[in-house]
């Protein structure tokens, strides 16, 4: 079988080569929960056979789509730099807190986000039992490779809203996609009004506002 050690995007300038591809199994759980998923903001080309979103942002470029305008159904799996990746995260909880986003699902491979960013224990979220499968995409002679991380992943969840109200259908098929994965913890004041405190708390991010951020480019 070949080897997985190969060079890095930094070497090559394809970021196919650093981005994981989870498992499609995971995958179709996640369409099924959001439904159409109108953005991926960290992805590549290979990515997308399987993810299949709407509109999609390089990973190389991961800088500039924090400063656009994210809506809809978003599945974002997070750059592999943890700086980014935090950044890609805050920006997500942001405009899902302002209401631009409809709904969510973050996989990411870094568990210690629960503590850097308490923010998404307020969302249910899960930390998987078992390793998920990822792929790789190595180069056009060898194509993707099944890669066994050594990290377990952690699935957070920003549901959906009927009116001022979560919407029980999205917790429903939340609970019966990914209750395999691990234990899901949903927050017993998850539809209190707490958004007003949850949004005082991002004002220390250093991600701007997306209109902010347009109008200085």
């Known amino acids: 079988m070949p080897s997985l050690t190969q060079p890095r995007s930094s070497e090559t300038g394809d970021p196919d080569s650093t981005i994981l591809i989870p498992d499609t199994a995971y995958l179709d759980r996640v369409r099924r929960v959001l439904g159409i998923i109108t953005l991926d903001p960290c992805s590549s080309a290979k990515c997308q056979v399987a993810v299949s979103a709407q509109t999609w942002y390089r990973s190389d470029q991961a800088q500039g789509a924090l400063a656009q305008s994210w809506s809809g159904n978003i599945f974002l799996h997070p750059h592999p730099n943890s700086t980014i990746a935090r950044r890609q995260v805050q920006k997500l909880l942001r405009d899902y807190l302002t209401g631009r986003v409809t709904s969510a699902i973050i996989l990411s491979g870094r568990i210690d986000l629960l503590r850097q960013e308490p923010l998404i224990q307020s969302f249910p979220?899960?930390?998987?039992?078992?390793?998920?499968?990822?792929?790789?995409?190595v180069s056009p002679e060898l194509g993707l490779q099944a890669l066994n991380p050594s990290f377990n992943s952690l699935s957070i969840g920003l549901p959906a809203k009927n009116a001022l109200t979560y919407s029980e259908e999205w917790f429903d098929n939340f609970r019966s996609c990914f209750s395999s994965y691990g234990r899901i913890i949903i927050p017993e004041d998850i539809d209190q009004q707490w958004q007003t405190e949850a949004m005082a708390a991002t004002r220390s991010w250093p991600i701007k506002p997306v209109l902010t951020a347009l109008r200085e480019r």
Do not use: P
């Not at 979220?125 to 792929?135: S, T, V």
């Open 125 to 137: 979220h899960l930390i998987h039992w078992k390793r998920l499968r990822h792929w790789r995409w």
